[in-house]
Structures are given as structure tokens and as C-alpha cells.
């Protein structure tokens, strides 16, 4: 049996029902089980197309939202599929494949050299602890203390401060944040080892773009990095790097379609040598951003599968999927929809906004995108208001059309035609409050091994509506919120440069006491009560002192 034919029984197959797309059919063809060992007992035979999933529990979704990574960002072009499967049954030495890889890259991408990471973030960490070693493993095997070092710190615009340069400060550097492209050549120096940025439109020279940027620092010998994560891939030449980049990282698992796992970095070949003895398998603190045999197999044949794939002829897929969405939805009375094409390289597909009235549909947007989340067959898209040149009075959900699958389309119009064609509710108006909750609250969060203490001053409730500041660990912020008989719900942020903490909390009220949960976006949920604060009673006159203490 040819591993080839493996990849040709990965395709779309019928089931009860109706259809199942290839993201749900990974392992369906009789093909796939012999070889995976199904036909022995001792294999799970569950673990099937979506079956893998259900099988613990997990229901598996049709992504029309992108290429989030919570969500399992992409699936593997067939070459990758193939290239890994192939690669999972030898052993070979990995700095060997590293140099095979890397010339392979240089030769495909038209840069000096390539290097697989662990995923685009692991590029950035490693490439950051190659800016501060210059290759010298002495240095290496102290980060993330810098001390004694000359390179220990990197400068970033602000307008590229993200959550994904955790990736930078992991290695112990001091990040200098800069607004202007005077601030920013002011603050090069010999400490300076690295710029890290995301990318600008290519051919721009205006303040703080890749050019302007690179011709400043570049004579300077420093490094720019830019993190191109979810762009789709330019080679021969890379845009960025003729902008004059030192290096570009990519996504292995977003627009390219390789392994998730994997990130892409292209660039200068004495930098991204430095980079790859940062990474696994060679001790020091980048030995946890493992990169397999598999995945830098993978990925190489996901690049040369990009060099093969005909973009425009994707796009107008896409483009079709949505066509079909928005002709059946579009039968609904009060329903628009807008297919909107991309522009640019990043996120590059097109997009379907389908709008309403909320007022007349008794649902939100996001309430159409948590019910198409939260039920069978499960869908992942986004939620907001009307958008640009939209009524004032219109919600809608919006689908992204690059990750959908064979089949997906009709499945989701279907899916959306009736969830817009239900009968619901008109929006209940809000109980009376059950309690006045103005004041200072002192409140216990309870996170999986931790106790925060943490304050909620509620200065105005009009009627139902409330709004104060809630004092976290570390951060004070506004909080606004509504009271509903006695159920209580609070929203609130803490704000960082590059990071944003959401606490959602939702509960009840009793008395003095109120108690519930926190939502925290992505990172799970912690429990909450509060008690509120009772100012004492005792009445004491105040003496003011007269003349200089005699004491002290």
C-alpha cells in the first residue's frame, strides 16, 4: 500500500446525515485505519474522522472565524500530511536536518537561510536569545539572566506591542517602547540588541516603517525582527526582507498551512545559525520550544506546496463558500449581507457580514454566534455591530471564509438560515434592583491555587446600571455593570501596554454578600464573593495639635 493513497482516502466522505468535511474525516478511509493499526484490538476505533475528538468528550467546530489557535488555527495541506507521515518512521540526526532544511528554505524562498521553529511565537524567543548571544553558548546557558552581557536590550514601536512579545521578554531583556522614529534612533545603542516590529505595507518608507527603520539600524549592526505571524507568504523576493528585514516569521499553521506547531523564520544565515543553536534540541532556555523531526519536514513541504498552490483560484473558493451562505440567508426577511474581499497580506480572505436589525430578530449578534457555538454542529465566527456604513440599529456575525472546508458552506447556511428564522422572545426588561450597591466592596477571587484580594468601588447605580472601579492585583480600572433583580454582572479590564486581563464577573446578591464566577476570556475562570464594607459607627472628635510635638 503507497503512503500516497493514505492522503487520498483524507477527503470529503458521506455520512448520516449529510456530508462531513476533510477537517472531520482525517482518519475515515479504510486506508488510514489498516495503516494506523486499527484492524488490532488493542487500537482505539473510535478515534476516527471527528470521532477522535468526541471520543474524549470535545466536540469538534467548523471554523469560520481564521486562523485563531485556540481553535486549532488550520489544517495541513495534503504535501505536509504526507511529507510528516513519511517523516514520523526514520530517525536522523537534527542539526543535520536543520542544515538540509535550511538550505532547502534559502533555495525555495530566495533568502540566505531558513530555520523551523516551535511556532512563530518559539521564532520569536529563540531569534531574541540569538540577538543577545551572538551565537556564544557560554551566554546562552545563563538567559534569562543577562548579567555581564553587552546586548540586553530591545527597542519596539508601540504601535507593535502585542501580546505575542511575551516571546521577547521571556529572554530577560529590558524592552524599550518608543512612539516616533526620532525616540526610537535616540534609543539605539550598544546595549541595543535587537528591533522587534510588526510588519508595515511593503514599499513604505514613511516614520517607523520596516524601511525606515532598517536604514537607521542596519549600519548600526542591529538586528530587526518582524513578526509577520499571520500574513500570507511572500517568496523570491520575501517583502519584508527586501524592505531589509534580518529576519521574517511566519506561522507554520496559518495562511501557509503547515504543522501549527511549526513557525517559519527566513533570513539572514549568521543570525538564524545563532537562532537555531538557541533552539531544541540544544540545552539553555529555548530547550523547551521543541521542534520535531516531523514538523520541520512539514513544514518545508508546506512552502513548496505555496509555491504550487493557485492563490487566486483559493480565493475565489472562498469567496464561493460565502455566495452560498449569503444567497440562503439573504431569503430571510430584514437580513443584508456584505461579502467584503481582502485587501493587503494580512488575515487574507474574504469576508461575509450578515446584518439585522436586533430589535426585530429579539437576538444580538453575539447571541447567534454563542448559540452557533454552544450546539450541533458547532460553528466559530465573530460577532459585532453593524460595521462601516451599516444603520446604527443593526448587529450582525461575520464569517471568514479561508479555513472552510469542502461541504462546510452548505452546513453553516443551513445552520444560520435557521437560526435567524427562529422564534424568540421579545428582550425581557430588566427587574427591579433587589439591593442598593453603592460603596466599597471587598472581594475574595479564588483562582485554581491562589487567593487575590481585590476591591470593587461602586460609586453610581442608576436604576439597574452600575459603574465604579474594581482594584485588582496590580491594576485599577473602570468597572461597569447592571443589576437585574438580584443577579449581578460586572465587566472590567486590566490593561497592560501589551496585555489585557478580562474579568467578567456574573452572580447573585444577598443581603451584604454577593458571589459568583469570573470569565476570563482565554484564560479559563476563577469563583468571586464580596462583602460589603461597613463603615464603622464609632464617633470620635478630632483634636488638631497645637504647636511642634513634644514627642515623636
Known amino acids: 500500500m503507497k503512503r500516497r493513497d493514505v492522503i487520498k482516502g483524507l477527503t470529503l466522505v458521506p455520512i448520516a446525515g449529510g456530508l462531513v468535511s476533510s477537517t472531520q474525516a482525517v482518519i475515515a478511509s479504510p486506508t488510514a485505519s489498516s495503516l494506523l493499526g486499527a484492524e488490532n484490538s488493542a487500537a482505539p476505533t473510535a478515534f476516527r474522522g471527528p470521532e477522535v475528538y468526541r471520543a474524549l468528550g470535545v466536540e469538534p467546530v467548523i471554523n469560520c472565524r481564521g486562523t485563531f489557535t485556540i481553535i486549532g488555527a488550520s489544517t495541513l495541506v495534503p504535501e505536509a500530511k504526507e511529507a510528516m507521515y513519511n517523516a514520523q518512521s526514520n530517525y536522523v540526526q537534527l542539526d543535520e536536518l536543520a542544515m538540509g532544511v535550511g538550505k532547502r528554505l534559502a533555495e ?35 538567559i534569562p539572566d543577562l548579567t555581564g552581557f553587552e546586548k540586553t536590550e530591545v527597542i519596539i514601536p508601540r ?287 479564588e483562582y485554581f491555587t491562589e487567593t487575590s484580594k481585590h476591591t470593587f468601588f461602586i460609586e453610581q447605580q442608576d436604576s439597574n446600571w452600575l459603574k465604579g472601579s474594581h482594584k485588582s492585583t496590580f491594576t485599577t480600572n473602570e468597572l461597569e455593570g447592571t443589576i437585574d433583580g438580584n443577579e449581578v454582572k460586572f465587566k472590567s479590564a486590566s490593561r497592560m501596554l501589551a496585555d489585557n486581563v478580562p474579568f467578567t464577573f456574573s452572580g447573585t446578591i444577598s443581603g451584604d454578600t454577593m458571589s459568583g464566577m469570573i470569565h476570563h476570556g482565554e484564560y479559563l475562570t476563577s469563583k468571586f464573593t464580596a462583602k460589603k464594607y461597613i463603615q464603622p459607627s464609632t464617633r470620635q472628635k478630632i483634636v488638631v495639635p497645637v504647636g511642634p510635638p513634644l514627642s515623636s
Open 159 to 445: 504601535h507593535s506591542r502585542n501580546t505575542y512579545d511575551h516571546a521577547v521578554r521571556n529572554v530577560g531583556v529590558k524592552i524599550i517602547t518608543v512612539e516616533t522614529q526620532a525616540e526610537l534612533e535616540a534609543a539605539m545603542n550598544s546595549r541595543t540588541a535587537m528591533i522587534y516590529m510588526m510588519p508595515t505595507s511593503p514599499g513604505d518608507t514613511g516614520p517607523l516603517s520596516v524601511q525606515a527603520i532598517s536604514k537607521v539600524a542596519k549600519p548600526k549592526g542591529i538586528p530587526l525582527f518582524v513578526d509577520a505571524a499571520a500574513e500570507a507568504l511572500t517568496l523570491n523576493p520575501n517583502v519584508h526582507l527586501a524592505d531589509g528585514a534580518t529576519i521574517v516569521a511566519y506561522s507554520g499553521g496559518k495562511a501557509i498551512r503547515g504543522p501549527q506547531s511549526a513557525g517559519l523564520l527566513l533570513g539572514d544565515k549568521k543570525f538564524l545559525m545563532a537562532t537555531w543553536q538557541a533552539s531544541s534540541p540544544h540545552h539553555g532556555a529555548g530547550r523547551d520550544n521543541k521542534v520535531g523531526k516531523e514538523e520541520q519536514i512539514g513544514m518545508v513541504a508546506a512552502v513548496e506546496a505555496w509555491l504550487k498552490r493557485n492563490h487566486a483560484q483559493e480565493e475565489i473558493t472562498w469567496t464561493g463558500y460565502l455566495e452560498t451562505i449569503a444567497k440562503r440567508v439573504s431569503a430571510i426577511s430584514g437580513v443584508s449581507t456584505d461579502i467584503r474581499q481582502p485587501i493587503g497580506l494580512d488575515n487574507r480572505t474574504p469576508n461575509l457580514i450578515i446584518s439585522w436589525d436586533p430589535a426585530k430578530f429579539n437576538a444580538t449578534g453575539q447571541d447567534i454566534a454563542t448559540y452557533l457555538s454552544t450546539t450541533s454542529p458547532r460553528i466559530a465566527l465573530s460577532a459585532g455591530g453593524g460595521g462601516k456604513g451599516a444603520a446604527e440599529n443593526t448587529t450582525n456575525i461575520s464569517i471568514a471564509a479561508w479555513m472552510m472546508q469542502p461541504g462546510d458552506d452548505k452546513i453553516v447556511a443551513e445552520r444560520i438560515f435557521a437560526a435567524l428564522s427562529m422564534k424568540r422572545p421579545a428582550f425581557p426588561e430588566m427587574k427591579a434592583p433587589a439591593a442598593n450597591l453603592v460603596g466599597r466592596w471587598d472581594v475574595t477571587v
Open 108 to 142: 525555495l524562498s530566495g533568502a540566505e537561510w531558513g530555520v523551523v521553529s516551535c511556532g512563530c511565537a518559539g521564532g520569536i524567543k529563540i531569534s531574541t536569545m540569538a540577538a543577545v548571544t551572538g551565537g556564544n553558548p557560554e551566554k546562552l546557558v545563563r
